[in-house]
């Protein structure tokens, strides 16, 4: 069964270069390549099958692999960058049957990007797998280590002081005043007048005239000795009061009295007794 793979970054434009052989230690430059006509022109894929990083040239239509470059790690001798540029770069191609672990028949080709973003996308990818695969080699040292366990309790002496600040919750006694207690009797409980009310006047006497009842004097007696003299005690006997008032009415009582004089008679021409003049 074959292992599958995992396609990490696909560009669909790449140029392949010959390069001339590099005679001292300094980098790769691609000025010395032929730019402007390149060597193929195709595909270039980067898969990750189980932990190996492989860069392969397909053909854009058919798909046919043209060549393939496993990289070990980044950056290192299977892929590097040129000294002039940051679109192109140098691999190390391998036979079909070769690996990054065997021997086997290898070359230097150039390859170069027509976009500045399409050599950052594969500088991010190879360094975004190699962090991967670190992790992971991290991962299964400390599995198989086993990693030491955190002691958490108390030395012998240690004491730990911690602040709280605690709030009155649902359930707790209120601090608030107590509710006033209910009536014995389970009726409602009224409320005591407030200290230092304010007393009202009396209503003013009337002063029309009184009518005499036997039940009116302990009626008003009583009245008078609940207010407290605030008010004038009532008349001894209502016949002087009616008294008063038949001479504070007596002038218009007595005309009332006197018949209407005579009327005159227009008709006669006399002058009659009013002393008015008939025209």
Not at 83 to 88: I, L, W
């Amino acid at each position: 069964m074959d292992e599958y793979e995992s396609v990490l970054l696909v560009k669909n434009e790449v140029f392949v270069y010959r390069i001339p052989p590099r005679t001292t230690n300094r980098g790769y430059r691609a000025a010395d390549w032929n730019l402007g006509t390149p060597d193929w022109t195709g595909r270039m894929r980067l898969v990750n099958r189980k932990q190996e990083c492989i860069v392969k040239l397909e053909d854009k239509t058919s798909g046919e692999l043209f060549a393939k470059c496993p990289i070990d790690k980044y950056p290192g001798v299977a892929i590097e960058p040129v000294t002039d540029s940051s679109r192109y770069f140098v691999l190390r191609i391998q036979d079909e049957g070769a690996s990054s672990l065997s021997a086997g028949r290898s070359a230097f080709i150039g390859v170069g990007f027509g976009d500045r973003s399409d050599s950052f996308d594969l500088n991010v990818a190879l360094q975004d797998h190699f962090k991967w695969i670190k992790k992971e080699e991290e991962a299964e040292k400390e599995k198989e280590e086993g990693k030491p366990s955190l002691d958490l309790g108390f030395k012998e002496g240690e004491t730990i002081k911690i602040n709280m600040k605690i709030t009155k919750k649902e359930g707790q006694e209120a601090t608030s005043r107590p509710k006033p207690k209910a009536p014995a009797g389970g009726g409602l409980g009224l409320l005591p007048p407030p200290p230092g009310g304010v007393k009202l006047a009396p209503p003013p006497g009337g002063a029309g005239p009184a009518t005499s009842s036997p039940t009116a004097t302990p009626s008003a007696t009583s009245n008078t000795d609940l207010l407290g003299g605030l008010v004038a005690p009532p008349s001894s006997s209502a016949a002087p009061q009616a008294a008063g008032n038949a001479e504070s009415w007596g002038d218009f009582t007595s005309a009332a009295a006197k018949p209407p004089p005579p009327a005159s008679n227009s008709a006669s021409g006399g002058s009659g007794g009013s002393g008015w003049v008939t025209f």
